[in-house]
């Protein structure tokens, strides 16, 4: 807790209002759990099939629900279960929208990480995102500093009860990217995109900075790109050199 952070205690109508409050959220968040999962089973089963041709016409009429909100719902239901496996208390649906991208497995270390580094006990969605954001590049190959002997590594050879502290020093050094780049697209989407064509994509951590490496799996060609004090922007100069290179060219 800093010191812009002060406690004020509750009164007891407050008090009282919060616990209904919070009874309120608990009993929606299970709600829309068993929404989704209802939706899933009438989709998976096509028990829709006497009356309507589609899930989604039948969503529409049945429920008034656009596609997209089946779809939330459901993958809410399915997320649920994940948590449900690990031991993990539900967050709220938007906050687990938020984790996309993210294997199960690392819900635990994006929450951590989030409320660690915000100081906040109920991070906000676009909190959590910008950490799912950096754990999701990190499971991917970016490098983290090992929080012992401040070598640059892969997470993987990070001890697992020490991965939250070396996630949230390497996500409070991009915290200044991810305001830069509010609203635009995200560099790691390009990134994302070279992936998709079988481009083989690491990110390295130098001494002076980071370092995009890309392998191309057909010749084995590796390109490097200009480093960076921060991942965004090594990734950002990368993309400028090589568009650059392939416009001259």
Same mark, same amino acid.
Request: charged fraction near 30%; hydrophobic fraction near 35%; aromatic fraction near 6%.
């Given at each position: 807790?800093?010191?812009?952070?002060?406690?004020?205690?509750?009164?007891?109508?407050?008090?009282?209002?919060?616990?209904?409050?919070? &009874?309120?959220?608990? @009993?929606? #968040?299970?709600?829309?759990?068993?929404?989704? =999962? $209802?939706?899933?089973?009438?989709?998976?089963? =096509?028990?829709?099939?006497?009356?309507? +041709?589609?899930?989604?016409?039948?969503?529409?009429?049945?429920?008034?629900?656009?596609?997209?909100?089946?779809?939330?719902?459901?993958?809410?239901?399915?997320?649920?279960?994940?948590?449900?496996?690990?031991?993990?208390?539900?967050?709220?649906? =938007?906050?687990?929208?938020?984790?996309?991208?993210?294997?199960?497995? *690392?819900?635990?270390?994006?929450?951590?990480?989030?409320?660690?580094?915000?100081?906040?006990?109920?991070?906000?969605?676009?909190?959590?995102?910008?950490?799912?954001? $950096?754990?999701?590049?990190?499971?991917?190959?970016? /490098?983290?500093? /090992?929080? +012992?002997?401040?070598?640059?590594?892969?997470?993987?050879?990070?001890?697992? &009860?020490? =991965? @939250?502290?070396?996630?949230?020093?390497?996500?409070?050094?991009?915290?200044? +990217?991810?305001?830069?780049? #509010?609203?635009? &697209?995200?560099?790691?989407?390009?990134?994302?995109?070279?992936?998709?064509?079988?481009?083989?994509?690491?990110?390295?951590?130098?001494?002076?900075?980071?370092?995009?490496?890309?392998? *191309?799996?057909?010749?084995?060609?590796?390109?490097?790109?200009?480093?960076? +004090?921060?991942?965004?922007?090594?990734?950002?100069?990368?993309?400028?050199?090589?568009?650059?290179?392939?416009?001259?060219?």
């Amino acid at each position: 807790m800093t010191a812009q952070h002060v406690l004020q205690l509750l009164t007891p109508e407050e008090q009282a209002r919060l616990t209904e409050l919070e &009874e309120q959220v608990m @009993v929606g #968040a299970s709600a829309a759990v068993l929404a989704g =999962r $209802a939706l899933t089973e009438i989709r998976d089963s =096509r028990l829709y099939r006497e009356s309507y +041709d589609s899930f989604q016409t039948y969503a529409e009429d049945r429920f008034g629900m656009s596609r997209q909100r089946a779809y939330q719902l459901m993958d809410y239901a399915a997320t649920a279960g994940e948590f449900e496996k690990r031991g993990l208390q539900l967050p709220p649906e =938007r906050i687990t929208r938020a984790l996309g991208g993210v294997v199960p497995d *690392d819900y635990a270390l994006v929450l951590d990480v989030a409320r660690g580094v915000t100081g906040k006990e109920h991070p906000s969605a676009t909190d959590v995102k910008a950490t799912a954001d $950096a754990v999701r590049d990190l499971a991917a190959g970016a /490098h983290v500093e /090992h929080p +012992d002997t401040g070598q640059p590594v892969p997470l993987s050879q990070v001890p697992p &009860e020490r =991965r @939250v502290e070396a996630v949230s020093k390497a996500v409070r050094r991009g915290s200044k +990217d991810y305001r830069d780049f #509010a609203g635009e &697209e995200s560099p790691l989407d390009w990134l994302d995109g070279l992936r998709l064509i079988g481009v083989e994509v690491d990110i390295l951590l130098r001494s002076s900075g980071y370092q995009v490496r890309a392998t *191309d799996p057909q010749t084995g060609e590796i390109r490097e790109g200009p480093q960076g +004090d921060t991942l965004w922007k090594a990734i950002t100069a990368a993309r400028a050199a090589w568009e650059d290179e392939r416009e001259q060219g």
